[in-house]
């Protein structure tokens, strides 16, 4: 070895020695000169890591599944059966009541507006809405003193608790089905057919309400109508002393029971609409088509004292054209036909009403009355055991990908300087 290489590697090592090289080799890192065989490169996370890092503790999470395994399938085991009974019933058909059944009879040509068939879209939540209803949960809940049987301390959480035990829906075909879920088969049975039962009494209760306050409604104006009567015969009485008028001509005679009978339709009419607003709103099928023909009645009344008719039985001459002296006595005549007329149709209203009260409401149709299941709907223990043991093994290995990356960053300096104050916060909190 010449003394020029011996004086090169004495240099070297003194540079080495000094600290001057690991200074230089870093301000080139920072120019972005590097030193690429002496670099170190980091370490990159990636699934490989991920995956390394579950192989290692691949004990750690068999042994977490196992253990959920065996803790699901003993849940499972102590899981109570639940069975579902399920009845089905018809939907409302909806009859027209006995009274505008009637009055749309006695009316007959002078009504120009049939009775239009508007029912609601779907017949079947009528009978649902009343399935859900307070008044019968309360029935069910004393009659089967579910309070007790479902553990509860008030009533709100018991018809919860029933609710939540109940499904009722209509089909696309309109059949109501009423399912019950418990753990006793015989009492999820008894509950579904006594939802039946219990809507058949609410129905009863609430037709004969109807009815009875139609009857009310009809024996009220019928004593008013009587009293107008008697007070129009009167006056008819005292024209005739003072004009001396007893007998008018037919012609008159048609016009006059003509008028009168309109006037009678249209007051019987109004009657009716008032009755029915009593227990039905204004988009109401029955009213709406009232109100209908209401309208339809009054447009033929203005007709009828405006037109002049040739001699095919129509009115014959307009009512202004009447001698004077006969005049009085014409509408004293026709307010005593008019009122006769509103006291027969009234009268007979207020019979149907009577028999609509007597009789009973429409029974409700059981199509298929629930019976004990011999099958529980629930738990599926199979579904819980396999749920259970996928999810605990999911979470273990998210557990051991997140403590590898931690243990990734924590080889940072800086991070984890960061990791260690986001712990001391953990703690604190």
């Known amino acids: 070895m010449t003394p020029f290489e011996k004086m090169t590697e004495q240099q070297e090592a003194l540079i080495d020695n000094s600290g001057v090289e690991p200074n230089i080799r870093e301000l080139r890192g920072e120019m972005g000169f590097g030193l690429p065989d002496d670099r170190e490169a980091d370490p990159v996370f990636d699934l490989l890591t991920v995956i390394l890092a579950c192989v290692r503790r691949k004990k750690l999470i068999l042994g977490i599944t196992a253990a959920a395994l065996i803790l699901a399938a003993a849940g499972s085991l102590l899981m109570k059966n639940r069975y579902t009974a399920t009845a089905k019933i018809l939907p409302p058909q909806g009859p027209q009541s006995g009274a505008s059944a009637m009055l749309a ?20 939540d009528l009978y649902i809405g009343m399935l859900k209803s307070q008044t019968i949960a309360d029935a069910l809940i004393n009659r089967f003193h579910l ?18 035990a109940s499904e009722i ?3 696309r075909d309109f059949i109501i089905n009423v399912s019950v879920i418990d753990k006793d088969p ?17 129905n009863r209760a609430l037709a004969i309400s109807e009815a009875a306050q139609r009857r009310a409604f009809y024996d009220e104006q019928l004593g008013h109508e009587k009293e107008a009567l008697a007070e129009a015969e009167i006056n008819l009485r005292k024209t005739q002393e003072s004009t001396g008028l007893i007998q008018i001509t037919d ?7 003509n008028l009168a ?13 008032d009755s029915l607003r009593t227990f039905e709103t204004e988009q109401g099928p029955d009213l709406f088509s009232a109100q209908q023909e209401l309208s339809s009645l009054r447009r033929q009344l203005a007709a009828a004292e405006r037109s002049q008719v040739s001699g095919n039985g129509d009115f014959a001459i307009p009512t202004a054209r009447f001698p004077e002296a006969g005049l009085e006595y014409i509408r004293r005549l026709r307010d005593v036909k008019y009122h006769e007329t509103l006291f027969d149709l009234l009268g007979k209203q207020m ?28 738990p599926h223990r199979s579904y819980v055991v396999i749920g259970s043991t996928l999810t605990a093994f999911v979470l273990v290995l998210l557990w051991v990908a997140l403590g590898e990356f931690v243990r990734h960053q924590a080889k940072d300096e800086r991070k984890r300087r960061l ?3 986001i712990r001391d916060c953990i703690k604190i909190t």
């Open 169 to 171: 829906f209509a089909g």
């Open 251 to 257: 012609q008159a005679k048609m016009i006059i029971e």
């Open 419 to 421: 990791i260690s104050q």
């Open 105 to 124: 009879g006695q009316l007959g040509a002078l009504s120009s507006a049939s009775a239009r068939d508007l029912g609601i879209k779907n017949p079947a």
């Open 186 to 202: 015989a009492r999820a049975a008894a509950l579904s057919n006594a939802y039946i039962d219990e809507l058949s009494k609410l």
């Open 351 to 378: 019979e149907t009403a009577r028999l609509d009260e007597a009789r009973s409401a429409p029974l409700v149709q059981v199509l298929d009355p629930a019976t004990a299941p011999d099958k529980k709907s629930y």
């Open 261 to 273: 009978r309109l006037k009678a339709a249209i007051s019987a009419k109004q009657v009716e609409v």
């Open 147 to 164: 309070k007790e049987a479902y553990r509860e301390r008030t009533m709100s959480d018991t018809r919860a608790d029933l609710a939540g």
